[in-house]
């Protein structure tokens, strides 16, 4: 079993920055592929970003390409999700994910279903 937990939300002004971590209890998912989801109100979850393995290449959703990075710590079992030039539509509920099934190009990690572990959530808002 895969316990995570995010933390990092707030409310903060439009054009700052935010981490978010999450910290995974259980087995490393150093090998595992790893995302961050989001959900805004009357909208469906969206997937952020995701890293496939320690080392991999980092996938981001066009919305926040360029203005995001996501992280691995192996050490601390941990991810983090760093957004920048935030925007209002950037507010929502968000979620980190992961699973303990190795990725293969033939998966669609952009979606919520691929992944077997979830969050609680924190929310950010971002006011104009």
């Known amino acids: 079993q895969v316990r995570l937990e995010e933390s990092g939300g707030g409310l903060v002004q439009a054009g700052d920055s935010l981490r978010l971590s999450c910290a995974a209890g259980?087995?490393?998912?150093?090998?595992?592929?790893v995302a961050w989801f989001r959900q805004a109100p009357g909208k469906e979850r969206e997937f952020v970003a995701a890293?496939?393995?320690?080392?991999?290449?980092?996938y981001y959703a066009e919305s926040v390409s360029g203005r995001s990075a996501i992280f691995r710590d192996i050490h601390k079992n941990a991810q983090s999700l760093q957004m920048n030039s935030l925007k209002p539509e950037d507010t929502a509920v968000y979620y980190c994910?992961?699973?303990?099934?190795?990725?293969?190009?033939?998966?669609?990690?952009?979606?919520?279903?691929?992944?077997?572990?979830w969050g609680q959530g924190t929310q950010v808002t971002v006011s104009s």
């Open positions: 890293l496939n393995w320690v080392g991999g290449r980092p």
């Open positions: 259980g087995p490393s998912l150093a090998d595992y592929p």
């Open positions: 994910a992961a699973t303990l099934r190795i990725y293969r190009r033939s998966e669609n990690y952009t979606s919520s279903s691929y992944y077997d572990y």
